[in-house]
C-alpha cells in the first residue's frame, strides 16, 4: 500500500513498467531503447550503451546497475534539464557545444569550476572541438555525481575532502 | 638531432609517422583505426572510440588530446600487457572477464582495493555479468590514471590524499 498506490497513480507509472519488464527495474539496454523510441534525443544521435550505463551508475545508489521507479522519474527530471542546457547554450545553433558555450553552460549549471578545469573536461568530451549532444549528457551525468559524492564528505563545507585510496577509487571508478 | 635521430631508428617510428599524418601526433580516430587494422584485438570485438579517447587521456600529460611517439609506445607496453593479463584470467575462456577472474585480475595488477571497490568495478563495467575486453581495458587505464593522479598527490605515502573540490573535478573528470 502507501508507495505503491501513489506509484500507480502516477501517469508515468505504465511508462516505466512497460519498459523495465518483469524485474521492474530499467538496466542500460532497457534505458537506451526507451530513450530511442520515445524520441527524446529528437534530432541528435541516440544516446551510446555506455551513456546509459553512467546514467544508470549515477542514480544506483544500492548498486544493483539498474533503475527503480522513482530513480527513472529523476533521471527524467534531469535529462529534460541538460536537454533544455544544450539548446539554451548551443547559441550558435551547431548541434553542438564549443568551448565558451561549454564554460556558460558549466557556470549556469552552478558549477564553480576553473578554466583550467574546464579546459580537461572539453578535452575529454570533444569530437574535433564540438561537444554533442551524447556526450554532454555524459559530461553532466559525471560532474553530477562526482560533485554529489565530493559533497557528501565535505560535511563540515570546506571545500576540500580527505580521501582514503579505497574510497577515492570507488567513488571514482563506479562512474 | 639527439632524440629525433633515435626515435628514427626505432622499428616503431615508420609506422607512428604512418599512422599520425601530417600533424606527427595520434588522436583518438586514427589510434581507433591502428588498433583495428593491426588486429591487435584479435578475436574480441574492436575498441570503442571512447576507449581509445580514454586510452589518450591517460598518457595527455600537456593537454593535446593527441600523443606524441613516446606516449603511442607507452601505450603499446600497457595495452600488451592488458591483452596477457585478460587472457590469462579469463581462466574458462568464456572470452570475457567475469567475478572471480576480475578479482584476481585487480590484485595481480598490484591494486589494493576492497572487495565493495571490485564490486563497483565490475557494476560499472560489465554487461550481463561478463566484462568484455574492450571496456577491460578502458577500466584498466582509468584504474591506472586515477592511481597515478592519487600517488602523485599522496607524497607522504599515508593512503590519503585531500582534494580541494577543483583539482578534484579535473583530475578526475579528464579521464
Ligand atoms: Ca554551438
Ligand atoms: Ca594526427
Ligand atoms: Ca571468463
Excluded at 512497460?18 to 534525443?41: M, N, P, V, Y
Excluded at 560533485?147 to 563545507?157: E, L, V
Aim: with cysteine.
Amino acid at each position: 500500500y502507501g508507495a505503491q498506490q501513489l506509484a500507480a497513480n502516477d501517469p508515468m507509472w505504465g511508462y516505466f513498467t512497460a519498459i523495465a519488464g518483469q524485474d521492474g527495474e530499467i538496466d542500460a539496454e532497457e534505458l537506451q531503447r526507451c530513450l530511442t523510441q520515445s524520441g527524446f534525443t529528437g534530432g541528435y544521435s541516440p544516446f551510446s550503451l555506455d551513456t546509459c550505463r553512467i546514467m544508470i551508475a549515477m542514480l544506483d545508489r544500492d548498486f544493483t546497475g539498474k533503475m527503480g521507479f522513482n530513480e527513472f522519474k529523476e533521471l527524467f527530471t534531469a535529462l529534460n534539464g541538460w536537454k533544455q542546457n544544450f539548446m539554451m547554450f548551443d547559441q550558435d545553433r551547431s548541434g553542438s557545444i564549443e568551448h565558451n558555450e561549454m564554460t556558460q553552460a558549466v557556470n549556469a549549471m552552478g558549477y564553480r569550476i576553473s578554466p583550467q578545469a574546464v579546459n580537461a573536461i572539453i578535452k575529454r568530451y570533444n569530437k574535433g572541438g564540438r561537444i554533442f549532444f551524447d556526450d554532454y549528457v555524459a559530461c553532466c551525468v559525471k560532474l553530477r555525481a562526482l560533485s554529489d559524492n565530493f559533497k557528501r564528505r565535505d560535511t563540515m563545507q570546506q571545500g576540500s575532502v580527505t580521501f582514503p585510496y579505497d574510497d577515492f577509487i570507488m567513488c571514482t571508478m563506479a562512474i
